[in-house]
Nanobody, 125 residues
């Protein structure tokens, strides 16, 4: 079992920055990758970013490329999402998720096996 806890959400003005953290516990050695997704009211869950277990490979959704950066600290079993140049369209609940099994796909919710409870990010315009 892997448990994930997100932190760092909040309210920020448009154009500002915010950093999220995802702390993993439990069988962390089984984690092959960590992804961030977001879901706004009435919308489907959207892929934001992912990083492989080694940290060598990163992936980003088109809407956040160039503005968001994903990184990890394996010693602390924590993955970070630095969000810059935020706009109102970034408002959503942000979830981190762990990829434990299967092929090396990281951009679909179905690729992930464990999820955090989510953290709200609100960008005021």
């Amino acid at each position: 079992q892997v448990q994930l806890v997100e932190s760092g959400g909040g309210l920020v003005q448009a154009g500002g920055s915010l950093g999220l953290s995802c702390a993993a516990s439990g069988r962390t050695f089984s984690i092959r990758g960590i992804g961030w997704f977001r879901q706004a009211p009435g919308k489907e869950r959207e892929f934001v970013a992912a990083i492989t277990g080694s940290g060598v490979n990163t992936y980003y959704g088109d809407s956040v490329k160039g503005r968001f950066t994903i990184s990890r600290d394996n010693a602390k079993n924590t993955v970070f999402l630095q969000m810059n140049s935020l706009n109102a369209e970034d408002t959503a609940v942000y979830y981190c998720a762990a990829h434990l099994y299967g092929s090396s796909q990281y951009t679909r919710p179905s690729d992930y096996d464990a999820w955090g409870q989510g953290t709200q990010v609100t960008v005021s315009s």
